[in-house]
């Protein structure tokens, strides 16, 4: 069995404002290459397919020119993460040809794909609070079924509990078995654009809740890493194939190549293009109109000038010097001495911990338990209604 792993195509972001399905496409076209030169036997896409859950009309038609030219080389798999609408992205699954296979629900998740000589189960990204129903398990009394704990582990573990009871029965041999899963695990490394997943305070899943599977296809993190299983487990993010934020331009973008022919399975990582590098560029304004700014020129900045005072004009003549500039910030070099520094909050700051901040500015002392607990509620109520729109 011979696969291609990616994950977290977003398509419909934007970087700093830029609209990049123009660069996104390009990255389909790349996949699409990939797919015909290395003759996969299947394409997986581990969630977060777009970047909301009501997608822009381009990004929906993006997509369904990339699958309609990616069907006719091989099958594909895809799921649901956090930031779709699994009812958005799963409508039509029972309609698609065979070579497009949705996996958005609870429900389908112990149904693999059959590939070559393996099976793929897809797991689409499990809430906690949307999920616990219907991941529940009857009692030892057959009586009332019992629900999982209120956490990724638990959803996680119930969910992996149904993939292994009906890998029991259809395995037989030596069949490989692959799962894909949107979660975050413990040991992944994130960025600043993975978007706050939270509940009840924890985020995370350990390794060891895929024990027994070849291979871990995971999505939700953007920076492409591989990650300690159990008993020979593999597991990998492939990470986004775009950078979508300053935290990313140190990753190198790529899909994983996963051979599960031989005795353990073989990884490959394949480069994605780079429409455009992503730099921070530091240094006083005449430094920066210099020579020290001339390697940037042409790449996406964020532009920090040191200058003891604020430079006139200091926008148009930075973006006269970078046209692709992104952010411009004027941060003098003794300005640590001087002023009071300010919070830079981005999407991968907790809420919990921006809203304690604001709290103790505002009053002058810290929320109480209760507060933090009403707080976290009213915070995974609005998560919960934005995933679920």
């Not at 779709?84 to 996996?103: I, N, P, Q």
């Not at 609070?129 to 398990?137: E, F, K, Q, V, W």
């Not at 809740?209 to 159990?230: C, E, I, K, N, T």
Request: no cysteine; glycine share 8%.
């Amino acid at each position: 069995m011979r696969l291609l792993h990616t994950s977290d195509w977003h398509l419909g972001r934007t970087l700093h404002g830029v609209d990049l399905l123009d660069h996104q496409a390009a990255a389909l076209d790349h996949l699409v290459d990939v797919v015909r030169a290395e003759r996969v036997d299947a394409l997986l896409v581990a969630g977060d397919v777009y970047d909301r859950a009501i997608p822009p009309v381009e990004a929906v038609t993006l997509l369904s020119d990339a699958l309609a030219r990616l069907s006719e080389l091989t099958t594909v798999v895809l799921t649901s993460g956090n930031h779709d609408s699994a009812t958005r992205l799963g409508f039509g699954a029972a309609l698609m040809r065979e070579k497009v296979r949705l996996r958005t629900r609870v429900a389908t998740l112990a149904e693999p794909v059959e590939v070559a000589d393996g099976l793929v189960y897809g797991l689409p990204y499990l809430d906690p609070d949307l999920t616990r129903g219907g991941l529940a398990s009857a009692d030892d009394e057959g009586g009332t079924p019992v629900l999982p704990a209120r956490s990724h582990e638990a959803v996680t573990s119930a969910a992996m509990r149904r993939v292994r009871a009906d890998l029991a029965v259809r395995r037989g041999g030596v069949r490989r078995a692959v799962v894909m899963a949107h979660a975050f695990v413990v040991g992944g490394q994130p960025s600043e654009s993975e978007r706050d997943i939270r509940v009840g305070g924890v985020d995370q899943v350990p390794a060891g809740v895929f024990a027994g599977m070849d291979y871990v296809a995971l999505g939700h993190l953007h920076g492409p890493q591989g990650l300690s299983g159990v008993d020979g487990t593999v597991l990998r993010y492939s990470g986004s194939p775009l950078a979508y934020s300053f935290s990313e331009q140190h990753h190198t973008k790529s899909s994983v190549l996963v051979d599960l022919s031989g005795a353990e399975p073989a990884t490959e990582l394949v480069p994605a293009p780079v429409p455009r590098r992503l730099a921070d560029v530091t240094g006083t304004l005449d430094q920066l109109l210099g020579a020290g700014g001339e390697p940037h020129v042409d790449d996406w900045v964020r532009v920090t000038v040191t200058d003891a005072a604020r430079p006139p004009e200091l926008f148009r003549r930075v973006r006269d010097r970078f046209p692709h500039a992104l952010v411009v910030q004027h941060v003098p070099a003794d300005g640590a001495a001087r002023t009071t520094a300010s919070r830079v909050v981005t999407a991968a700051a907790d809420p919990l911990e921006v809203v304690d901040a604001f709290v103790r500015r505002v009053t002058g002392t810290a929320p109480t338990p209760a507060e933090v607990a009403v707080l976290r509620r009213a915070y995974e109520d609005v998560a919960d209604a934005e995933r679920s729109a």
